[in-house]
């Protein structure tokens, strides 16, 4: 069984900056993909940012130039800069762990326990 411990999240400003991390420990050796999703308020939980462990990142629209996502495979810990943060990013935000390289379906794999990123204006 896959544990993620996450860190970061918290409170800032419109146009701020913050850093999300996650480690993860009891994975298998292979293809693995990391990263984060999202709840806003009334929301489904949806992609924000994934990195496999060989190379391919994905990206939600809503973020794309303005967050950045790494990812150190020998560690399998994966990290979310987040720049230029907007009220609409307040969400509740959990990392994800699965085996081979996807994003979808959401409901895959390992999830940490949430990590709360309040935006405000």
């Known amino acids: 069984q896959v544990q993620l411990v996450e860190s970061g999240g918290g409170l800032v400003q419109a146009g701020g900056s913050l850093r999300l991390s996650c480690s993860a420990s009891?994975?298998?050796?292979?293809?693995?993909?990391m990263g984060w999703y999202r709840e806003g308020p009334g929301t489904a939980r949806d992609l924000v940012a994934v990195?496999?462990?060989?190379?391919?990142?994905k990206y939600g629209d809503s973020v794309k130039g303005r967050f950045i996502i790494s990812r150190d495979s020998a560690k399998d810990t994966v990290s979310l800069q987040m720049d230029s943060v907007q009220p609409e990013d307040t969400a509740i935000y959990y990392c994800n762990y699965r085996r081979g390289v996807s994003w979808l379906p959401v409901f895959v794999g390992s999830w940490g326990q949430g990590t709360q990123v309040t935006v405000s204006s």
């Open positions: 009891g994975g298998r050796s292979g293809v693995n993909t």
């Open positions: 990195a496999s462990n060989n190379g391919v990142t």
